[in-house]
């Protein structure tokens, strides 16, 4: 006798980033379907960013702050390793966060890992840094752009 088993959850699997045609993406790390009032109110982490071929520019932020970081690399599936940098506000001070070889945790959500920090004024560069979108989820691309390229 064959027993059936209803679904209760619906198996959803988005396309690696990797696998996405050239374009302007929005992923976050929000629940989804989220409306753009409802994400400002979040905590999310939001990652804006522009693919052409295996080459991403964007900008990782959370929803509901003003810090972000500007990362520039190579997608690999869903997962992102290049440089990165990180522009503090008019009246904050830029935090160096590593500057040695072991990797840190730069954001709420263990997302992005940071090593290789230097300080030039407001603005802390890291020369390796890797990006794990597993987790995040992919919404409408949104009315802002993308970074063209980041300010290193």
Request: proline share 5%; charged share 20%.
């Amino acid at each position: 006798m064959v027993q059936f088993k209803p679904e209760t959850q619906q198996s959803y699997s988005q396309p690696k980033v990797s696998s996405l045609p050239d374009g302007n993406y929005r992923y976050v790390t929000a629940s989804t379907p989220i409306t753009e009032t409802e994400l400002a109110q979040t905590e999310s982490l939001i990652f804006l960013f522009r693919k052409k071929g295996n080459n991403i520019t964007g900008q990782l932020s959370q929803a509901n702050s003003s810090n972000s970081i500007c990362i520039s690399g190579q997608v690999n599936g869903n997962t992102i390793t290049g440089a990165a940098v990180e522009l503090s506000e008019p009246n904050d001070e830029a935090i160096l966060r590593n500057c040695g070889e072991e990797f840190v945790v730069w954001d709420v959500a263990g997302s992005l890992r940071v090593r290789r920090g230097k300080k030039e004024g407001k603005k802390v560069i890291y020369t390796s840094v890797i990006l794990d979108l597993n987790g995040y989820n992919r919404i409408n691309a949104g009315t802002k752009f993308p970074p063209i390229s980041c300010p290193f």
